[in-house]
């Protein structure tokens, strides 16, 4: 509950370190391997998404959406706020090449509201 607090508090993308930070000085013993531990448990609930970011760390962002519904995120360059789209042109592509395609990852970035 304090790990998806702070992402609503925040609202941005977050690395798992920027996640115990403010959760050590609340919570004291707190390792960093239990919040990996936590955010990868959120993940796979859909509750959190996993965000690419080209600095090789590992982001999270509060994912609004229902699990079984098609959509992607944006993520602003600036601030780090994440939108989300559904209408995915790329959900009708059956084959590609010979391949049978089973799925595909999409990630926009772009400068949200606030920013502009
Ligand atoms: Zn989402
Ligand atoms: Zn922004
Ligand atoms: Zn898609």
Redesign the pocket.
């Known amino acids: 509950m304090a790990i998806i607090g702070l992402f609503v508090k925040e609202n941005r993308i977050l690395t798992p370190e920027e996640v115990w930070v403010p959760l050590r000085r609340k919570f004291g013993r707190l390792g960093l391997p239990s919040v990996y531990r936590n955010l990868d448990t959120l993940a796979g609930c859909h509750i959190l998404?996993q965000v690419h970011q080209f600095d090789n760390k590992r982001y999270y962002a509060l994912?609004?959406?229902r699990h079984d519904h098609h959509?992607h995120?944006i993520v602003c360059t600036s601030c780090g706020k994440v939108g989300?789209f559904e209408g995915c042109a790329l959900e009708s592509v059956r084959r590609v090449d010979g391949f049978k395609v089973l799925r595909h990852f999409v990630q926009l970035e772009g400068i949200c509201a606030d920013c502009q």
């Open positions: 998404t994912c609004h959406a959509h995120h989300e």
